[in-house]
């Protein structure tokens, strides 16, 4: 694999036995709760960054890579993938397309391609281990990016929230509606759609109906699951991430289903308690 490198912003939460031998960096966002910066990095303090969230009436705000960032892990000697979080949620995709274009300037020759995954957190690891698969398989450069594109395409995503706090800080919903759902215990059943912005699939009273809810709607959403990869992301909740991960390998036809723990984004976008589901 050493023709290839994957650079991926650090929302792409993968493992390092996922990673494997694989040429991978990750270009990091931050962060801000108040006055406090969190560098989404290898020494993230998860458990720090919720309980600042917690603690403060503002909303967390997150800063994405540069330009610069990006194209300082672009080695023009291999041909590379970058990954990015949904180009409707973030400038991530927009500032690794000027890197790309800043290096092809001066290396013409370069083989760079950036993807919008149209997804984040689980669904941008599912794009790396596809990249990954199709290397693996001997793929050429621009298959894999026929392969890829058409992989993004059929990608779902959907998410239960770990609260509403975050909503209603960032101004997505009134603190009165905020209040309401809490005082309901509403949990919505959020989508990915297929430009990448997030709508509501749901609304449910109780978590625990929300959580069942979300692994059977997995199998509504009109795509072919038999032999797929599906990838949950969990919120500080080891215990209920392990509960989806079994509910949908006894349910479907899945060939795996992988967990790990958000990152800092994720963790910004989920908030405590949260699941993501991608497949």
Do not use: W
């Not at 290898?42 to 990006?70: H, L, Q, W």
């Not at 590379?80 to 890197?99: D, K, N, V």
């Not at 297929?194 to 979300?214: H, P, S, T």
Request: a negative charge.
């Amino acid at each position: 694999m050493s023709n290839f490198r994957v650079v991926a912003d650090s929302c792409c939460e993968v493992t390092r036995d996922m990673i494997g031998d694989m040429d991978l960096k990750f270009v990091p966002f931050s962060m801000t709760v108040d006055d406090t910066v969190f560098v989404d990095s290898e020494d993230f303090d998860n458990k720090a960054f919720i309980e600042a969230m917690k603690n403060s009436p503002n909303c967390a705000k997150s800063g994405c890579p540069t330009p610069f960032d990006f194209a300082e892990k672009i080695d023009p000697e291999k041909q590379t993938f970058i990954i990015t979080i949904s180009g409707a949620l973030s400038g991530c995709y927009e500032s690794a397309t000027m890197a790309r274009q800043d290096v092809l300037e001066k290396h013409p020759e370069a083989k760079i391609y950036v993807f919008n995954t149209k997804s984040a957190a689980a669904g941008e690891a599912l794009v790396f281990l596809k990249i990954k698969d199709c290397i693996e398989e001997g793929k050429s450069f621009e298959e894999i990016i026929e392969i890829t594109e058409a992989y993004i395409k059929d990608l779902q995503t959907l998410f239960v929230l770990g609260s509403l706090d975050n909503m209603v800080k960032n101004g997505r919903m009134s603190k009165i509606a905020g209040s309401v759902a809490s005082l309901l215990s509403i949990h919505p059943i959020l989508m990915g759609d297929r430009n990448g912005e997030i709508g509501i699939l749901e609304k449910c009273v109780g978590r625990k109906k929300a959580l069942n809810k979300l692994v059977e709607s997995v199998g509504k959403m009109g795509v072919s699951i038999s032999g797929k990869r599906a990838f949950v992301t969990h919120c500080n909740n080891l215990e209920r991430g392990m509960d989806i991960k079994a509910k949908l390998e006894k349910m479907y036809d899945f060939s795996e289903v992988l967990l790990v723990e958000n990152r800092g984004l994720g963790t910004m976008y989920a908030n405590d308690g949260g699941v993501i589901v991608c497949f």
